[in-house]
């Protein structure tokens, strides 16, 4: 079945109030901005990838996965599309780096891209062609970050007619002493609508409670403690934050009576028990020989979940190993919409993921030190320099629906059969969330052990 796509369009957003900071902590200098949406019915949905990587660990091997349109049409001169195919690069780079650990996994590629783009835009010479290269960006930088704010409006006016819960928030905390250059506060503030707050670094335990405050707002309580005093010194001279929080309605929800304890096997020998939902129902599915593939929508159908089961409950290394962009598409054009019937774990957990040496890996080297970093554009101010990257994820996927958030911050320092078929996940698989109309994914994952 091939991918058909569609458009929508979004006004921009209207602005949300500003948590309080603590008294003589910070001074707000803009609003925050805000994609946000709940919404009415859209016609039928034509897929296109919205990835988030949110610091998140899954439990469970599931890789959840979102995809769109772009992938089935190869290089695009549209400034949008060529943002959302560097996203997706990206995300499978970043995935390719955190699945060399073990456990669960969840992170919001969307959200480390915005944040990532948003410290771009204030470097220079090889500090900036170094991050081009990382982000994959594949025009003008004008054009790049003019062409990211306008997804993040269609991403914005697609939850809100899909039903969808979506709040998209960036921020950044400037020290008293740091010298701010006009142009640079004028895209950040403009371009990605993020709030700007002065602060005293030297005063870590305020800086990071107004920090945390503000993180918890954005995700409804869910980021309560993304920073703390003791990563903050008197050299600390930005940070920048991005939030990102999704909360959907499965179409067809699954009823608590008929989830039962059921074993996952973690591995071939060792199994756990676990609450597993199951319910017969039309959804999207396709069966090869490796592996499985399950789309599963939310409310209205511009998003949704995918998920990817191997064959062999030791299957998982095996398909994270030939994990492509190109993959996921050929298997989501041969999804036909049958009848299947659905097993899939109850599952919750979050990631905390220190992103250095991923990005390092990535090729983006120069912005971590002190003397060869050039973020000339952002500041004047010599020896400015990412001190670290951190991105902070979680998950909870139960009948009624998936609740989903990320946090990433950039620190800177100075210096169809007779039956059904069964889709029965009870071993490790990996899933995406995805926003249909952009292309984008939003988070993406796996499930080892939920």
């Not at 250059?181 to 700007?196: F, H």
């Amino acid at each position: 079945m091939r991918a058909s796509c569609f458009s929508v369009w979004e006004a921009f957003p209207r602005p949300v109030k500003n948590p309080n900071g603590s008294p003589g902590t910070a001074r707000p200098t803009s609003h925050v901005r805000s994609q946000e949406g709940r919404a009415n019915r859209l016609g039928e949905p034509k897929r296109h990838v919205l990835i988030g990587i949110l610091q998140a660990s899954l439990l469970t091997n599931l890789v959840v996965v979102a995809l769109a349109c772009p992938w089935a049409h190869g290089a695009s001169n549209d400034p949008i599309a060529r943002v959302v195919q560097g996203n997706d690069a990206v995300a499978f780079r970043l995935y390719e780096q955190m699945a060399k650990t073990d456990g669960n996994l969840i992170f919001s590629p969307f959200g480390i891209s915005m944040a990532l783009a948003m410290t771009a835009t204030g470097a220079e010479g090889n500090t900036l062609e170094e991050m081009r290269q990382a982000l994959a960006i594949r025009q003008a930088d004008a054009d790049y970050h003019a062409a990211f704010a306008s997804l993040s409006e269609q991403i914005g006016q697609g939850a809100r007619k899909s039903g969808v819960a979506l709040r998209i928030r960036n921020a950044l905390w400037l020290d008293h002493a740091l010298r701010v250059q006009p142009a640079y506060r004028s895209i950040v503030e403009q371009t990605y609508r993020a709030s700007l707050f002065t602060v005293d670094f030297a005063n870590g335990a305020a800086v990071s409670q107004q920090i945390n405050a503000w993180a918890s707002e954005a995700t409804f309580g869910r980021l309560s403690r993304m920073v703390n005093a003791n990563q903050f010194s008197r050299d600390t001279r930005l940070l920048l934050l991005n939030t990102v929080f999704f909360k959907g309605t499965w179409l067809h929800r699954f009823s608590r009576s008929d989830t039962r304890p059921v074993p996952f096997h973690v591995t071939p020998t060792r199994s756990v028990p676990v609450p597993m939902m199951h319910q017969t129902m039309m959804a999207g599915y396709v069966a090869e020989t490796a592996v499985s593939a399950l789309e599963l929508p939310y409310t209205q159908g511009g998003f949704s979940m995918v998920l990817l089961l191997p064959a062999h409950k030791d299957g998982l290394g095996e398909l994270e190993a030939s994990l492509t962009v190109e993959q996921v598409e050929a298997l989501l054009q041969r999804l036909a919409r049958i009848e299947v019937d659905v097993r899939i774990p109850r599952f919750a957990f979050h990631s905390d993921l220190p992103l250095n040496t991923i990005l390092g890996t990535m090729g983006m080297k120069d912005a971590f030190i002190g003397g060869a970093a050039d973020f000339s554009r952002i500041s004047p101010d010599r020896g400015l320099h990412v001190s670290a990257v951190r991105h902070s994820a979680g998950i909870e996927v139960d009948e009624a629906g998936t609740t989903a958030w990320a946090g990433t911050t950039v620190q800177m320092t100075e210096g169809s059969p007779p039956s059904p078929p069964v889709f029965l996940a009870d071993h490790p698989f990996l899933f995406f969330i995805l926003e249909k109309s952009s292309g984008t994914i939003l988070f993406m994952g796996r499930v080892a052990n939920p």
